[in-house]
Structure formats: C-alpha cells, structure tokens
C-alpha cells in the first residue's frame, strides 16, 4: 500500500489557493481550509471537482491548475486518508524521515567515515536487523541454510 503524504499533498493546494487567489485574500482564505478538509478526509473526488471549477487569470496560474489537478487525479487512490488513518496507518512521511535519520543516518554519517554502495548496503542491513530485534533470528536462518 502506497500513501502520498498529506503534508506535501496539502501543500499543492496552498501553493495554488496562493498563486490564484493571492496570499491574504478573503477568498483564498475561504477556499483552501475547505479544501483541506476535503482532502484530510480523503474526499479527492471533492477536491478534484473544486479544482476544476477553478477560472486562473493567468497563463502560470493555469498552467499550475493543470499540474494540481494531475497530481490529484494521478495519485488518488493513494489519498483516502481519512480510511489510512482507521486502520491505524501514518499519512505523513515523518515517521519514515525519522527513522532513516536513527537507523541509518546514525550509523552512516559519523566523523571521517566513507562507504562505498555496497558497505553502506551491508551496515543498513546489519543495523535493521538488530534494532528490529532480529539479530539472533537471522544468524539462526543463516547457520541453518
């Protein structure tokens, strides 16, 4: 299962409400929090509908309408949060973030260390293994093959 992250989703829409309707309008005030909360509620089909109706003034505007609007329709199916959420997923990339910083971040980038692909490939292995607490299960398999 594939999640996009709300954060950056949710970001496409300010990007545009901002670049349609200005930064501090009454209307792009009104617009977007309505749109976020379509989308936190995983109601992209709304989303896509609100978009469409959308009238740029400009040709960037337009143009940046067009990108939003393939964004939303591409990525969909990877956007039913609020479902996500019930059964317990995470639907922001910062939990990911986080833990490539302890697991391999940690491991990899201390002081005067160098590693070709294949080293760095090993350590992350190795490191997963016995942070997951699966160390002495894989030394097991492996003995026994």
């Known amino acids: ?3 996009v ?3 950056h989703a949710r970001e496409h829409l300010a990007d545009l409400s901002k670049l349609i309707y200005g930064s501090k309008t009454a209307k792009g005030w009104r617009w977007l929090p ?3 909360a379509q989308l936190d509620d995983g109601k992209v089909e709304a989303v896509l509908g609100s978009l469409r109706r959308l009238r740029p003034a400009n040709t960037k505007a ?3 309408l067009r990108k939003t609007i393939n964004y939303f329709e591409h990525n969909r ?5 609020r479902e996500f959420r019930r ?3 995470f639907v922001g990339s910062g939990v990911v973030e986080a833990g490539c910083r302890t697991v391999i971040a ?3 980038k201390q002081s005067g260390m160098h590693w070709s692909v294949g080293g760095a490939n090993n350590i992350i292995a190795l490191r997963g293994l016995q942070l997951s607490g699966r160390w002495e299960e894989f030394w097991e398999m492996r003995a026994a093959s």
């Open 1 to 3: 299962m594939q999640i």
């Open 34 to 36: 309505q749109r976020l």
């Open 106 to 108: 940690q491991r990899l």
């Open 77 to 81: 199916e990877r956007m039913h949060y």
């Open 62 to 64: 337009h143009e940046e």
């Open 5 to 7: 992250d709300l954060y």
């Open 87 to 89: 059964q317990g997923w």
